[in-house]
């Protein structure tokens, strides 16, 4: 098992950034790509950024060039940093990782973005 714990969330105001950070424990070995999702209410979750354990990313058009993922193997721990926020990236960010075709989440953690 996997167990995933995000942090970072919170309020900030349109223009700003947040950094959200997510640290795997259990049983890491063996870990391949990493990401996040993103849920807004009444909205399906969808997918935010993803970067595999070689370091190829992938990114939802809607974030290209505002949101950087990036991820640190040695402390299994996969980073989003967030800039030039809008009122449309207020969701709930879910922290994915997937380990030997099973896929894991965490338990999310809000961001809000005022106008």
């Known amino acids: 098992q996997v167990q995933l714990v995000e942090s970072g969330g919170g309020l900030v105001q349109s223009g700003g950034s947040l950094r959200l950070s997510c640290a795997a424990s259990?049983?890491?070995?063996?870990?391949?790509?990493m990401g996040w999702y993103r849920q807004a209410p009444v909205k399906q979750r969808e997918l935010v950024a993803t970067?595999?354990?070689?370091?190829?990313?992938n990114y939802a058009d809607s974030v290209k060039g505002r949101f950087t993922i990036d991820r640190d193997n040695a402390k299994s721990t996969v980073y989003l940093q967030m800039n030039s926020l809008k009122p449309e990236d207020t969701a709930v960010y879910y922290c994915?990782?997937?380990?030997?075709?099973?896929?894991?989440w965490g338990q999310g953690t809000q961001v809000t973005v005022s106008s």
């Open positions: 970067i595999s354990s070689g370091g190829v990313t």
């Open positions: 259990g049983s890491i070995f063996g870990i391949g790509t």
């Open positions: 994915y990782a997937r380990r030997t075709m099973k896929n894991y």
